[in-house]
């Protein structure tokens, strides 16, 4: 009897319709990602289609896997693809001229090869006979997993190794862009400060004086008053109304209460006016 029989006969009606229905959203996911109009789109529907693949792998007993799909790639790699496509831009205009030549012709070659590679994997799964996931876990997923990837599969796992670090640096040239003007120096920066006119001392930090230390609490002035320049105007209009009295120090009105409340700091400031 065949492996597909044997797993036709052991699967039963409940997973076969979570199959089905995952797997219909997995292929509109994965055709999302090569169809949609906009970048960001295909984003979203990567996103859907690897959540899916994760639900795919939790339902076969490989939970690791489907902790690290989430947490990885979900997570991790689609993090990565929402940054490039913020410093990119949604609305940017992809460029149909070709900068490699014969990179449609590569690209064919590619997607044969890949294509080729893929079916002679099906056809292999569909011609082995399986052990069974409790055979195969039966030290445990992890354990299970680290024979196949340091043991049987090293030297796969180590060229993908390589490839990925590959792809990396080629990423960081392509995008490296040389610079138009020289660094500017920490002594420069300076001179051009007095040159201007303009503030020659840095901005006052967020918190300084102060018992908090969050990014929208104002710098405190020595009268007790607040220093509008610690906080940036967007934080000043989604912060906090913060008064003094919240960062642990006096503030004007509650120093001339004091001032009055306390006859010999009173009459030590009538001394010094006379």
Same mark, same amino acid.
């Given at each position: 009897?065949?492996a597909?029989v044997?797993?036709a006969?052991?699967?039963s009606?409940g997973?076969?319709?979570?199959?089905?229905?995952l797997?219909?959203v997995a292929?509109?996911g994965?055709?999302?990602v090569v169809g949609?109009?906009?970048?960001v789109?295909s984003?979203i529907?990567l996103?859907?289609?690897m959540?899916v693949l994760? =639900? *795919?792998?939790i339902?076969?007993g @490989?939970?690791? %896997?489907?902790?690290?799909?989430?947490v990885?790639?979900t997570?991790?790699v689609?993090?990565l693809f929402?940054?490039?496509?913020?410093?990119?831009?949604?609305?940017s205009?992809?460029?149909?001229?070709?900068t490699?030549?014969?990179q449609?012709v590569?690209a064919?070659?590619v997607?044969?090869?890949f294509?080729l590679?893929?079916?002679?994997?099906l056809?292999n799964?569909a011609?082995?006979?399986?052990?069974?996931?409790?055979?195969?876990?039966?030290a445990?997923n992890?354990?299970a997993l680290?024979?196949l =990837? *340091?043991?049987?599969?090293?030297? @796969?796992?180590e %060229?993908?190794g390589?490839?990925?670090?590959?792809?990396?640096v080629g990423?960081m040239?392509?995008?490296h862009?040389?610079?138009?003007r020289p660094?500017?120096?920490?002594?420069?920066r300076?001179e051009r400060?007095f040159?201007?006119?303009g503030?020659?001392?840095?901005?006052?930090?967020?918190g300084?004086?102060a018992?908090?230390n969050?990014?929208?609490?104002?710098?405190?002035l020595p009268d007790?008053?607040f220093?509008?320049?610690s906080?940036g105007?967007l934080?000043?209009?989604i912060?906090r109304n913060w008064?003094?009295?919240d960062l642990g120090?006096?503030?004007p009105?509650?120093?001339e209460s004091?001032?009055?409340?306390?006859?010999?700091?009173k009459?030590?400031?009538e001394?010094?006016g006379a």
């Open positions: 009897m065949s597909a044997l797993a006969e052991a699967t009606t997973e076969a319709v979570q199959f089905w229905i797997g219909t292929v509109i994965a055709l999302g949609a109009a906009r970048a789109y984003a529907f996103a859907m289609t959540i994760a =639900l *795919f792998y339902a076969q @490989a939970l690791f %896997l489907g902790v690290v799909q989430v990885v790639y997570g991790a689609m993090m929402l940054f490039v496509l913020m410093l990119v831009g949604i609305d205009s992809d460029s149909l001229v070709e490699l030549r014969a449609r590569l064919i070659v997607g044969v090869g294509g590679l893929l079916i002679g994997g056809g799964a011609t082995t006979t399986f052990v069974g996931l409790d055979d195969a876990n039966a445990g992890v354990e680290a024979e =990837l *340091f043991l049987d599969y090293v030297w @796969a796992f %060229l993908t390589a490839l990925l670090i590959t792809a990396t990423a040239v392509l995008a862009r040389e610079r138009v660094r500017e120096t920490q002594r420069e300076a400060r040159r201007e006119g503030r020659v001392t840095p901005l006052p930090s967020p300084v004086y018992r908090h969050a990014a929208d609490a104002p710098a405190l007790g008053s220093s509008d320049e906080v105007p934080l000043q209009r912060g008064q003094p009295s120090v006096p503030g009105v509650e120093t004091r001032k009055a409340d306390d006859p010999a700091q009459t030590a400031e001394g010094d």
